[in-house]
């Protein structure tokens, strides 16, 4: 026997059903049923369509005989009604069915656009992170600019950038130098080595102006601090200093000392005062200054030599900061050791900052780097006011001068 089967597509169950007879008659098998919305979005607001796809058996030829209109025996009439009550129950199934895909459609779309809203807020997240990286960028590439990357110069130039990095200079300024060179210098004249000299020597000796040696008060004695870390050099320095004003500016000088930890310090002092022919004042604690200073009030200077200060050690500082508090020293003066590396200056003069107004660099002769003295004063507003430049007492001292500091943080240029 063969099956025919027919797909039927209406707007309701009942109606579709009523056409499924007609055509196949009440035998008809349902095989699917399946409602679909046509048009619409998100597969909502549209119209909803019943597709019924249905089969029948081949008729043998006796039910086609039969006529169409023949009259409806009473078992077929009741057959019938059950067959519309079965249809009314497939009808309220697929009813049911409608409400449930409408309630998944819904929040499929709720659902839906909350992928659309977080997509949005993914979208603005990334643009801010694309803001950010772009900022890191920008910040990463100034601070290569500010201290990293060594730049690249012209064949000339690269063995002077090479040279201002040995002794000890810091690659903004070394920037800074050598574009001043490239506009004081004319192309041709970059490999002429006594020309590049010159227009460094130049830049550094402005960039060296702020240097103040001592000078003497009228009618009173100037009174002068040196303070700064251990082993810098304070005591030698006072030695050469006092000498210097007292043997060959023939100034009347007296010595004071408040560095008591050691006796050896004490008798360095001590020893320096015999050899030069003045007086040394021994201090035990910061009370005992005003009287020392005014033993010799008739002095034109008065030196006063401290303890060597970690500037880490804030008992220390705190006890150099009572003493400076009672002496009021005219002139205080920083010692540092120009072998430091800038970072350690630096931090040496941020601590001493306070009880400082003078800076003198010691140890010229130990170091090749002293170009390292320009990146301090770059970033510092305290006057050098000496160098020294050897243990001898009282020869290795000079007065600092642009000119002198320019030619010993830039040394003797490239040789031949
Ligand atoms: N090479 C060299 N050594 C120096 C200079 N100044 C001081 N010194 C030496 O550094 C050491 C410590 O000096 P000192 O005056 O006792 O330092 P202080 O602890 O700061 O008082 C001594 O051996 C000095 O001879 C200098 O300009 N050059
Ligand atoms: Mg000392």
Redo the contacts with the bound molecule.
């Keep these: 026997m063969q099956m025919r089967v027919k797909r039927f597509v209406g707007d309701n169950v009942a109606e579709t059903m009523g056409r499924i007879k007609r055509e196949l008659g009440s035998e008809a098998i349902i095989l699917q049923t399946r409602q679909f919305r046509e048009g619409g979005f998100f597969g909502l607001f549209g119209r909803t369509r019943v597709e019924i796809t249905a089969a029948v058996e081949d008729q043998p030829v006796a039910v086609k005989k039969m006529p169409e209109e023949a009259p409806l025996h009473k078992a077929a009439e009741r057959a019938e009604e059950k067959e519309r009550e079965r249809e009314k129950e497939k009808e309220k199934e697929i009813e049911k069915e409608i409400g449930i895909k409408m309630k998944e459609a819904k929040e499929l779309r709720k659902l839906q656009e909350a992928e659309v809203e977080r997509e949005r807020d993914t979208a603005v997240l990334k643009q801010e992170l694309d803001q950010m990286r772009q900022l890191m960028e920008k910040m990463n590439q100034n601070i290569l600019n500010f201290s990293g990357d060594q730049m690249a110069w012209s064949p000339p130039l690269q063995p002077w950038a090479d040279y201002l990095r040995e002794r000890g200079i810091q690659e903004p300024l070394i920037r800074q130098l050598l574009r001043q060179v490239q506009q004081d210098v004319t192309e041709e004249d970059w490999w002429s080595r006594s020309a590049v000299y010159f227009s460094l020597k130049n830049s550094i000796t402005k960039m060296c102006v702020n240097t103040t040696p001592i000078r003497l008060e009228q009618d009173k004695p100037c009174v002068v601090a040196?303070i700064?870390?251990?082993?810098?050099?304070?005591?030698?320095?006072?030695?050469k200093l006092a000498a210097g004003f007292s043997i060959v500016d023939k100034r009347k000088v007296a010595l004071i000392t408040a560095?008591t930890y050691r006796v050896a310090?004490v008798e360095?002092l001590k020893t320096f005062g015999d050899i030069i022919g003045v007086a040394v004042e021994v201090v035990m604690a910061p009370a005992g200054i005003a009287e020392a200073l005014a033993k010799h009030k008739d002095k034109e200077l008065i030196f006063i030599?401290t303890a060597?200060r970690s500037p880490q050690h804030d008992l220390h500082m705190s006890e150099l900061r009572a003493l400076i508090d009672k002496a009021k020293p005219d002139v205080s003066m920083l010692?540092l050791?120009a072998t430091m590396n800038t970072q350690d200056m630096l931090q040496v003069i941020q601590r001493f900052q306070l009880l400082a107004d003078h800076l003198i660099i010691?140890?010229?002769?130990?170091t090749q780097c002293a170009g390292n003295m320009l990146n301090l004063i770059e970033q510092t507003s305290m006057p050098i006011a000496y160098v020294?430049?050897?243990?001898n007492v009282p020869d290795?001292?000079e007065v600092a001068t642009p000119e002198r500091l320019a030619l010993y943080a830039l040394g003797g240029g490239l040789s031949a």
């Design positions: 040196l700064g870390p251990t082993g810098v050099g304070k005591t030698t320095t006072i030695g560095d310090a360095q030599d060597g010692v050791s010691s140890k010229l002769d130990e020294t430049n050897g243990q290795d001292i």
